[in-house]
């Protein structure tokens, strides 16, 4: 852990699927009454779980609508597909939502995994390792797409790259993230930062100013001290339709507010 800790933030993943829109949003809302810092929803076409041909919305045009519907909290995708979009329109969406939102959009990305979406939807799968060389070619495009565009982002967009592996997406973080955001108990945690941080050295990046980031389906007190001992300062639930619990997420803020750093 560093000598001055990043704050804690408590993010939220919206899940889009078995519910209506006004569901979704009026989730969202609550959410950021309750004092959430971030707001994510994912980059898929079908649910990932439950009937998998429920009901589902996609992803970057709810991000538009939550730039206009929320007004504190950071949105975000929880996250892109690298796949789907082309990486110069990908960061065109990104600057206009970060616009609309007023500063509040996380370019979350990865390299796709769901099947499903790339056959029903015409793109090509291939294999795991192509999927990381894609993105691996596409975010510099996005940094230099970033760079061109008029008017300019209102801030430098945090960039988020989702995933543990240990050879390819981790490299990538080291180079390019923000925010790297993964899963797991604090042992994989710890082993994953480990490896993160040998990334680090190996491009020239400073392990330090990169935010970490957990998904978690712990209760806070059990979970909340160990993974901030390994320098974790964001904390994000995941809730899906048709009934969004909010229950564990204000566990989470209360823990937050409790802590003293």
């Avoid at 519907?69 to 995708?77: F, K, M, P």
């Avoid at 935010?211 to 899906?240: A, C, D, M, W």
């Amino acid at each position: 852990m560093t000598d001055t800790p990043k704050p804690i933030r408590i993010g939220l993943q919206v899940q889009p699927q078995h519910a209506d829109y006004k569901t979704i949003r009026n989730t969202a809302s609550a959410a950021e009454d309750l004092g959430v810092d971030i707001l994510y929803n994912w980059d898929h076409f079908y649910p990932l779980y439950g009937d998998p041909d429920g009901l589902h919305f996609e992803c970057w045009t709810m991000l538009g609508a939550w730039a206009e519907s929320t007004s504190r909290a950071e949105i975000g995708a929880l996250v892109t597909c690298n796949s789907y979009r082309n990486p110069e329109l990908l960061a065109d969406m990104a600057r206009t939502v970060d616009h609309i939102s007023g500063g509040r959009l996380i370019l979350g990305i990865g390299s796709g995994w769901f099947e499903k979406d790339y056959d029903e939807y015409g793109y090509e799968f291939g294999t795991a390792g192509g999927r990381l060389d894609d993105l691996a070619e596409s975010l510099p495009r996005i940094e230099s797409r970033l760079g061109k565009l008029n008017p300019a982002p209102t801030r430098k967009i945090p960039v988020l790259i989702g995933g543990g592996g240990e050879k390819k997406t981790l490299r990538l973080v080291a180079k390019h993230a923000d925010i790297w955001h993964g899963f797991g108990d604090p042992q994989v945690v710890e082993r994953k930062l480990g490896i993160l941080k040998e990334h680090c050295a190996a491009v020239g990046r400073d392990f330090s100013e990169i935010e970490i980031s957990v998904g978690t389906e712990g209760e806070p007190e059990e979970v909340g001290p160990k993974l901030r001992e390994l320098g974790v300062s964001q904390f994000t639930v995941g809730v899906g339709g048709p009934d969004y619990d909010l229950g564990r997420l204000k566990r989470w803020i209360s823990w937050r507010d409790g802590q003293k750093d």
